[in-house]
């Protein structure tokens, strides 16, 4: 089937530490996002990447990191510089159709610092 | 840059019943396109329904319908006969010359027997 997978579902790491999560997407999309989910915020774009070996900040990228070395692949690193790591994570990709950038999501990742 | 507003934060709905869900946007472009996603308990979100700013003509998906009233920038939802499995956190979204989505904050519907 395809589709998006991030692993794992739960993440606990202590302060401090950098930690990496992983998104896989079988959907031959061009672009993925990452997006970071806190109560009562709604969904913030991490970073984004259109392309391989290329990606763009979004509004709250201090303190992540990504890296997009295959079309399938763009996992995103939370370094010890983010202050508030502790939230759920959602990955995407899209496809362009004529200008719509319809979204697919995967199943997100609960990452928990302490 | 573009806002997205979703000015109630809880809504509740007998079951069978019908409910909308109000969305307004603030943007200075044309051409845009506008989401309804849902992100049940399970925290996945699925795309519910789209609208493109250029047609007219309101979508419809099943029981799920818009009312989009571009002059007033307004995006709300219309869920009908609803059904337990509707019970969600509903996210409005909008999407103009660039790729990226913005997203409202999020409205939780109950839907009660």
């Known amino acids: 089937d395809g589709g998006i997978t991030q692993s794992p579902k739960y993440l606990f790491r202590k302060e401090g530490q950098n930690v990496t999560l992983s998104c896989e997407q079988n959907l031959n999309h061009d672009a993925m996002y990452w997006y970071r989910q806190d109560p009562g915020q709604g969904l913030r774009l991490i970073y984004y990447s259109q392309i391989v070996n290329d990606f763009q900040k979004g509004d709250i990228a201090e303190g992540y990191s990504v890296s997009r070395e295959k079309k399938e692949s763009f996992p995103l690193t939370v370094t010890s510089a983010q202050k508030n790591p502790t939230a759920f994570y959602l990955c995407?990709?899209?496809?362009?159709?004529?200008?719509?950038?319809?979204?697919?999501f995967g199943p997100g990742t609960r990452l928990t610092v302490t | 840059a573009q806002t997205v507003t979703q000015s109630q934060p809880e809504m509740s709905v007998q079951e069978a019943e019908t409910v909308t869900l109000s969305c307004t946007y603030d943007t200075s472009e044309s051409d845009y396109y506008l989401f309804w996603y849902k992100q049940p308990p399970s925290r996945q979100m699925i795309l519910v329904i789209r609208q493109e700013a250029y047609k007219q003509q309101n979508a419809t998906e099943n029981r799920f319908s818009v009312n989009f009233q571009k002059a007033a920038k307004s995006f709300s939802l219309k869920i009908s006969d609803s059904q337990l499995g509707d019970a969600a956190m509903y996210f409005c979204?909008?999407?103009?010359?660039?790729?990226?989505?913005?997203f409202g904050k999020g409205m939780k519907l109950t839907v009660n027997p």
């Open positions: 995407a990709s899209s496809i362009a159709r004529v200008s719509i950038y319809e979204q697919y």
């Open positions: 979204a909008y999407q103009g010359g660039s790729e990226k989505l913005v």
